[in-house]
């Protein structure tokens, strides 16, 4: 890690960053999900939440594009992080909707087998869709938290350095080598 000299307003702005993503894992995943699953179906539970997060997400690009044109390079590479670690976010989601609409596929015109009128293999199949969902939040959320501890910090990684470098930034120019004339 390499630590920046930046201002505590720099700091703020960058964090704003992770708490963001934090707050999109732990309030639209876990706790929206919970007072939607105590009203509603387990599905709009699960989906209503990805709605949401899907908003978010496209609203941190949007930001991120702003940021890179009018923010310090520092507070840009926060938020271009958090951005970027919404991309395994978004391949649990992928995961979801592929098993639970292969799974709607597969159920074109079948009956229902139960007496509630529920098909028992479409709950197995959405709870398995699920997890991995599930276990993606919590390692993001983990992963987000670091994040936001290296921005108090002002710290970035050389990684992200290399990956976005700094557009202002000019490296000093070689000197040029001479041979030493030989002394009379």
């Not at 009203?39 to 991120?64: G, H, Q």
Request: proline share 7%; aromatic share 14%.
């Amino acid at each position: 890690m390499i630590k920046l000299e930046v201002s505590q307003a720099q700091i703020k702005h960058a964090k704003q960053a992770h708490e963001l993503f934090t707050i999109n894992l732990i309030l639209v995943h876990i706790f929206l999900s919970v007072a939607i699953m105590k009203f509603l179906d387990i599905r709009y539970a699960i989906n209503v939440p990805i709605s949401v997060s899907l908003l978010l997400i496209v609203w941190t690009y949007f930001k991120v594009q702003t940021i890179k044109k009018t923010a310090s390079y520092f507070v840009y590479l926060h938020w271009q992080i958090a951005f970027n670690w919404y991309k395994p976010l978004l391949g649990a989601y992928v995961f979801y909707w592929l098993m639970t609409g292969g799974n709607a596929l597969l159920n074109l015109g079948k009956t229902v087998d139960s007496m509630d009128g529920t098909n028992p293999f479409d709950l197995i199949v959405l709870m398995i869709a699920t997890v991995p969902l599930f276990l993606m939040v919590l390692f993001l959320f983990v992963v987000g938290s670091g994040l936001m501890f290296n921005a108090t910090k002002a710290e970035v990684s050389e990684k992200w350095i290399k990956q976005y470098p700094n557009p202002e930034f000019k490296p000093k120019p070689k000197p040029k080598l001479t041979k030493p004339k030989p002394a009379p």
